[in-house]
T-cell receptor
């Protein structure tokens, strides 16, 4: 499968624990996005990388959240001191560098479902 | 602020009947609109975008700037159309900036046999 992959697919943790998710984008896609999707809602933008640079962060991304993309390839999203409100599906997407004005399709991964007990 | 509204959380129609999934947006600039679809146990994937003006799997969507709407339509629904549909927008004009998407809540479409 050459699509976006995410690991783990499911994570159950206790409140207060730290968790880390990984996203492997499509090869040579230099743009990588993280979204969060809670039950009954559409995905909400969290953060965006262009190569290794984190260029934008949503206000949804509290200080407990940190994302990295150290070599411009895979990315990690860490949540410290998890809270029950962090329970959600965390989606990663990647896209190629746009050649012009228009949108380059974002390809989504299967997501990591986090449950905080 | 950018916002996408899908007023129907659930929509159920019979096979062969017309389908219309509603989407309204609020955005001060010139947005680019999309429909994404998620079939059962599959990933979110792009269905169509307004600039393409094409029909995908029999679906079309017209951007109406006056009514700030981007409704998705299909004249004759098929059972395989059953899925979750999300309307989304992004700001046009950011070549180097984030191409982040703003999604609606989604509409679950069920096609009854």
């Amino acid at each position: 499968d050459t699509g976006v992959s995410q690991d783990p697919r499911h994570k159950i943790t206790k409140r207060g624990q730290n968790v880390t998710f990984r996203c492997d984008p499509i090869s040579e896609h230099n743009r990588l996005y993280w979204y969060r999707q809670t039950l009954g809602q559409g995905p909400e933008f969290l953060t965006y990388f262009q190569n290794e640079a984190q260029l934008e962060k949503s206000r949804l991304l509290s200080d407990r959240f940190s994302a990295e993309r150290p070599k411009g390839s895979f990315s990690t999203l860490e949540i410290q001191r998890t809270e029950q409100g962090d329970s959600a599906m965390y989606l990663c997407a990647s896209s190629a560098r746009p050649t012009g004005f228009w949108y380059n399709e974002q390809f989504f991964g299967p997501g990591t479902r986090l449950t905080v007990l | 602020a950018q916002r996408v509204t899908q007023p129907e959380k659930l929509l159920s129609v019979f096979k062969g009947a017309p389908v219309e999934l509603k989407c309204n947006y609020s955005y001060s600039g010139s947005p680019e609109l999309f429909w994404y679809v998620q079939y059962s146990r599959q990933r979110l994937q792009l269905l169509l975008r307004h600039i393409s003006r094409e029909s995908i799997k029999g679906f079309t969507a017209d951007l109406n700037k006056g009514e700030t709407s981007f409704h998705l339509k299909k004249p004759f629904a098929q059972e395989e159309d059953s899925a979750m549909y999300y309307c989304a927008l992004r700001e046009v004009g950011e070549i180097q900036g984030a191409q982040k998407l703003v999604f609606g809540q989604g509409t679950r479409l069920t096609i009854n046999p």
